[in-house]
Structure formats: structure tokens, C-alpha cells
């Protein structure tokens, strides 16, 4: 069984990995998924983990000295990560072995590649594509649709672990699944500003 301490706030998540230990004023919001060996520690702040956010296997997650951490909807904290006081939009990937410390913000729809390490009070614009050692932004661009997919295919996988299956991205349904879903998103999209466009029009 997860460990989970007495002050955990669990909002029917889609699926929390046995090996997970949380503790502290932490909050997992509806259909979110805490995979294989994750912790995430809050002694004093808070930590949120947004509805349909992943949190892959061996992330850390832990709250700065002055700053909670709070992980927007839609999100997805790949495999060993260290998330450490720091706010994250929606519809984020926070790449493989990556490292967000204390105070920064990661605009919504963002990139942040693998191995990129982000130092204190880094701020970081909606759309971007981040990379490097210390992490810049190298280019702007609307990531809604490709990080939304990559969460859905997570919160398809989570149900299917909570209920035994571990073979989800395998049934033959799924590539179907995923033009649909990927069709429902490019839809919504239309009302995402696209970030070269300085009047904040509509992408078409």
C-alpha cells in the first residue's frame, strides 16, 4: 500500500502506485496519477498536484523554504524529476531528469526538456520550448495540443493500472483513440492564443 500521511488530501485520483509516499499538505486532484516510487514531502507549504496531471516514476516532489509547489491540470513530471517550490501551468511536460527549483514559473502550455535544470526564481513564459543547463527558453510556440495528449495517454494508462491491465498503449483501439482525442483538442486549441500573434488572436 502507498503511504500516505494524515494530512494527504486525495480527490479521487485515477490511480496512486503502491510504492508512492506522500506526506504533508499534499493534494491530488481528481483523475491525477502518482506512479511507481514518487515522493512528495510538504512539512510546512503546500503541494497540488492539478486534475489529469501525471507524476511518472521517481519523481521527488518538495516545497521550497518560502514557496509551495503547485502543478497545474494536465501536467506531466516525467521520470526522476526533482520538483522543489515552484508553480507549473497547465498543460506542461517537464522532460526525463529534470530539476525546477525554488520560486520559479512555468508559463502554461510549456516544454521543458530533459536534464534541464532551472535555478532559483527562473521565469518562464506560457508557450515556451525550455532547454539547457542553466534552462533558456530556445523557441515560443502553442504546445496545448501534443502536452494535453500526452496527459490523456497517462490518465488512459492510470486507469487501466488501477485495474490490473498493464498493457493499455498496446489494444488495438488506441490509435483511434488517440486521433479522436487528438481531433477534440485541435478544436479546443482554436481558442488558445498563439503567442506570435501580439493581439492575442485566435489560432486557426
Request: a negative charge.
Amino acid at each position: 500500500m502507498a503511504v500516505i500521511g494524515p494530512d494527504v488530501v486525495l480527490r479521487n485520483p485515477a490511480y496512486v502506485h503502491d510504492t508512492a509516499h506522500l506526506y504533508g499538505k499534499v493534494t491530488v486532484e481528481e483523475n491525477a496519477s502518482i506512479w511507481i516510487n514518487v515522493v512528495a514531502r510538504a512539512e510546512h507549504k503546500e503541494i497540488v498536484i492539478g486534475a489529469f496531471s501525471n507524476i511518472q516514476d521517481f519523481v521527488m516532489l518538495h516545497i521550497g523554504d518560502a514557496t509551495p509547489t503547485i502543478i497545474g491540470s494536465h501536467c506531466s513530471i516525467t521520470h526522476h524529476c526533482t520538483i522543489h517550490g515552484c508553480t507549473i501551468g497547465d498543460n506542461c511536460l517537464i522532460g526525463i531528469n529534470s530539476t525546477i527549483m525554488d520560486g520559479c514559473v512555468i508559463g502554461e502550455n510549456s516544454i521543458v526538456a530533459g536534464h534541464t535544470f532551472l535555478k532559483e526564481g527562473t521565469v518562464i513564459p506560457p508557450n515556451s520550448i525550455v532547454m539547457g543547463t542553466p534552462g533558456k527558453v530556445v523557441r515560443t510556440q502553442n504546445n496545448f495540443v501534443r502536452n494535453r495528449l500526452n496527459a490523456f495517454m497517462y490518465y488512459k494508462n492510470a486507469l487501466a493500472y488501477a485495474a490490473g491491465q498493464y498493457r493499455e498503449w498496446a489494444r488495438p483501439e488506441i490509435p483511434a483513440e488517440i486521433m479522436a482525442e487528438m481531433q477534440r483538442l485541435n478544436a479546443l486549441s482554436t481558442d488558445v492564443p498563439d503567442p506570435r500573434n501580439a493581439h492575442g488572436t485566435p489560432t486557426r
